[in-house]
């Protein structure tokens, strides 16, 4: 299913500037984006691929995800950089039962546009969704020592750290590593700490 019953998304595509003076082209993801997201999937380094919950590099996950998109699920916002992937963020929701005001992010930025920005922006413009479609909480889960860029730029934005599951991570030579969970408030006090 293509499309949305909880959220409007009128405000996309939207242009940002980055630090740089780099355009980019922030819009959700659609059902012709399956080459593009592949693509750029495949410049991820694979010790970073390693901690995603999917093998992101298998054609047949990337159609499942474009052909079967339900943004209300999980929304991706896929940011462009002419007909190139350069970043893609994620908020993830329940729509039922007793997690349903408790949204997750999960974002990634192509090595050669980190930090300019367009991650923590990302993370804002989904917050941001989040807030304005009712959501309560957000959570983001990252792996300690490793994904320190994560943690600081969630942190910048109002993220808290509220948990560490030891050893929930392992990495590509087996190494255990820390798994830190963040979250950060919605509603009143996200929409006092952005305005
Ligand atoms: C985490 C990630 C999305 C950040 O993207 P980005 O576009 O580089 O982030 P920003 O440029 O907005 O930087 C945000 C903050 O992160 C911190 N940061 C960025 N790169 C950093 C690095 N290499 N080391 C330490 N801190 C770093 C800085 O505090 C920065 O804020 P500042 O620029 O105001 O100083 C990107 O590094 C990435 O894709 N990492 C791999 C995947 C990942 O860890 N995903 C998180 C799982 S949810």
């Known amino acids: 299913m293509t499309g949305s019953h909880v ?5 996309y595509p939207k242009e940002i500037v980055l630090r740089d003076g780099a355009k980019v082209v922030l819009r959700p993801m659609s059902q012709q984006d399956g080459d593009a997201l592949l693509s ?3 410049g ?3 010790d ?3 901690y995603m919950k ?4 298998s054609p047949q996950v990337v159609e499942e995800w474009t052909h079967h998109l339900d943004y209300d699920r999980a929304l991706p916002l896929l940011a462009w950089v002419g007909d190139t992937v350069v970043a893609d963020g994620t908020l993830h929701r329940t729509r039922a039962g007793a997690r349903r005001h408790v949204g997750e992010l999960r974002i990634l930025v192509a090595p050669e546009y980190r930090t300019m920005g367009l991650g923590s922006a990302m993370m804002q413009e989904l917050a941001s969704i989040a807030n304005e479609h009712g959501l309560e909480r957000l959570m983001l889960q990252a792996v300690a020592q490793k994904e320190i860029a994560a943690i600081k730029a969630a942190e910048a934005i109002g993220f808290v750290q509220v948990a560490v599951l ?3 991570g392992k990495d590509l030579d087996g190494r255990l590593s820390d798994i830190v969970i963040l979250e950060m ?3 009143e006090w996200f929409n006092w700490w952005v305005f």
């Not at 959220?7 to 405000?11: F, V």
């Not at 999917?54 to 590099?57: C, I, Q, R, Y």
């Open 7 to 11: 959220y409007r998304l009128t405000a």
């Open 48 to 50: 970073e691929r390693h």
């Open 54 to 57: 999917d093998d992101v590099t």
């Open 166 to 168: 030891p050893g929930h």
């Open 185 to 187: 408030p919605l509603g």
């Open 44 to 46: 991820i380094p694979p």
């Open 40 to 42: 750029f999937f495949l």
